[in-house]
């Protein structure tokens, strides 16, 4: 498509889609418009592929996800139809700033972290091998929430991402299932019967996923949440308004917020009733396009393969038997076999509040045909297993990670560590009965956006190196090892680097009010603010290395930049303590004269995908510090290493992969090992006797307890202290000492630009590895008994 081709698609999506002409139209108008005619050009192979998907009767893979974290996708969709200069020259055609209508698009608030930007990445992969895919989810309105800070404190508002048009779905009014809720089982002829006692209308929302150079487009399916009466008009004329809306706003509730606060009985039930609503559209959705094409039901496991990722939609486990067993008639133990041949597992935690459980009682409450169905899925695990010691079902729970298991054809973890633990940990005794089940599928990331899109500067200077091609052949980076001991290579590279931080340095003074100098180190800890990830470690190395400078300002002091960046759930207290105490922190540090420029902390609010995409490219410094053996893998780590940014890290999820990978020569390892620490907790005082050893850490503490960062509330910091001295089951105290001393190995290395450049430079030549084609490349051959699809001729069919 060319610059003129181009400019006028969105001259005819501008007067035609949007009905403005170009003296009038604003940033958010030409946006769109550009939006509209790049979105053109992705129907055609979504068609295509759709078609030869139909004509071959070619398994499909099924991807259940409660968060799909896909940030902007005007540019994802640019770069992958190979439009970037295209779309640039049009735009300066037509008098427009290019970066300005790129950035004006909202990030779709569909997820919150790792696990939705992994299912993202994911879908893309899928799209780029040409193997035919949805993804399921839910269209929030609101996604988690928009974070702000005041005084320092996490402010949480509604995202309003969906208050203006959103360019890349398609509303399928005709795919819309009646989900039930409540009511009774009833009995009748032998077979179960159930007769909700409510119900809401799951309507579909399909955006295409382009995969690289057009190739092939798969389809992500989203549930927004209608209610089945829209209004009640009897109500409404007797002068109840309120009441007479009341339907679609219950309805709405289900689709507004991801993860609402479960620590209410209300916000419990909402959640699962979320989890319920998105996999029963999805399984209806799926056996819907199943029988249109096939008549045996048996042979379900031959054509399609389900994946869960993580326990949010184990309830589809269930709801597919409950489908087969009672609807399509089959024997019992006849359907939860085929279930299991169908559904597959991805476990992301080890941490026991994140594997859920729903209380029996709200279980038979609100979906009362499942509660009885997961005894029966119990009962028959036992008898076909011998393992009668065993349950799902634990002092009144259900335990979604046991059910899933039990359900599942495989299961996987996500680093090569998290699922050796697994096995000796919360599914030991299930691995024992079932010893085949558990495989590996180490995380990856694409390269497209987390290299080719996000820093243009470095991968301009690889496909100057080697050529093209590694843009989905990733391991093609390891040709440019050889060129890391070139020293016009490495200058060069560290132009890339300074140019990234620069760009990110004006964006926190404009965004921020804070200078930073973009000679200094770029330290970066982004992610979910949690006690196992442990930003609280990060941040008491600040106040030590803030409390040392100050008592010794002649020094030859690194300067640093400590950057961070995520949100704390909104019930989770400890971690909203944490990032009000980053953000007092930050208030002291930067207003110091005494430290000046040596030390800054930037905690810019809400991040996001858009957020990374700036942070990633400037970082000289990754911070992968959690608890070893908590950490399942991290997808962080490898972008930041794929973007030339060394990590300071434990032997954790995918860390210990990436370590090997690079060479320990080029990662800056610290701390106790799952191992040590699973000992360390057995301790006593472990915590006394670490603070006691370490006069650094004794002196950050001790700052908090006398509220040097809290001045006119000084015990604002007492709980955090006394978690540290007497509750540190994350062992940031154990772990505190080497940490510290590992950050001044971290200065003198970073003193030697030279030595440091190229550090980072094998960090990008060896991470091709942790490209997410080559994961899905895994789960296909490994799960999904899935093989890649050649686009062909053949009718028109609308994507379903």
Partial sequence: MTRDELKAEMLRHLQYSFGKDPAH??????????SMAVRDRIVEPWFAATRATYSGQHKRVYYLSLEFLIGRLLEDAIVNLGLGQAAREACAALDLDFEAVMTDEPDAALGNGGLGRLAACFLDSLSTLSIPAHGYGIRYEHGLFKQSFHEGRQVEQAEDWLNQPHAWEFERAESSYEIGFWGEVEEKDGRAIWHPGDAVLARAYDTPVIGWQ???????????????????LARFNTGDFTAAAQPEEAARTISRVLYPDDTTDAGRELRLKQEYFFAAASIRDILRRYTSEYDDIRRLPHKVAIQLNDTHPAIAGPELVRILHDEHGLAFDEAVQIASATLNYTNHTLLPEALERWSEGLMRHLLPRHMRLIEQI??????????????????????????????ANRVNGVSALHTGLMKKTVFAELDRLHPDR????????????????????????????IGTGWE??????????????????????????????AHLSDWIGREMGISVDPDAMFDVQIKRIHEYKRQLMNVLDVIATWHAMRGEPGLDWVPRVKIFGGK???????????????????????SDPAIGDRLKVVYPPNYNVSMAERLIPAADL??????????????GNMKFALNGAPTIGTLDGANVEI???????????????????????????????????????????????????????????????????HHDYFLVCSDFAAYHAKQRAVDAVFRDRDAWVAMAARNTARSGWFSSDRTIRSYAAEIWDVTPVEVGPGACVLAS
């Fill in 472 to 501: 989905d052949d990733l391991e093609r980076l390891g040709q440019l090892d050889p060129h890391v001991s070139d020293a016009g290579f490495r200058a060069r590279f560290a132009a890339v680097k300074r140019a990234n931080k």
């Fill in 25 to 34: 139209a604003q940033v958010r108008d030409w946006r769109m418009a550009l």
């Fill in 438 to 465: 558990i495989v590996n599928q180490t995380n990856g990331v694409t390269p497209r956006r987390w290299l080719l899109a996000c820093n243009p500067g470095l991968s301009g200077l690889v496909t100057e190196t």
């Fill in 659 to 725: 370590r090997e990978r690079v060479g320990a020569g080029n990662f800056f390892l610290f701390g106790l090992t799952a191992e040590e620490a699973m000992a360390r907790r057995e301790v006593p005082d472990h915590a006394g006797r670490a603070i006691a050893a370490s006069p650094e850490l004794a002196q950050a503490i001790a700052h908090l307890e006398r509220g040097t960062f809290s001045p006119g509330e000084p015990d604002r910091y007492r709980h955090l202290a006394q978690i540290l001295r």
């Fill in 568 to 590: 704390a759930a909104p019930g989770y207290q400890t971690a909203k303590e944490i990032i009000r105490l980053i953000n007092d922190v930050a208030t002291v540090v930067n």
């Fill in 214 to 232: 057009g190739r092939w487009a798969n389809t992500l399916r989203l549930w927004g949440a209608k209610p089945t009466k829209l209004f009640d």
């Fill in 622 to 635: 990754s911070e992968q510090i959690s608890t070893a053996g908590k950490e399942a893998s991290g997808t």
């Fill in 378 to 407: 119990d009962d028959w695990h036992a008898r076909t297993t011998k393992g009668r010691t065993l349950s799902a079902i634990d002092q009144g729970s259900v335990k979604m990670g046991e059910l899933s298991f039990m359900l």
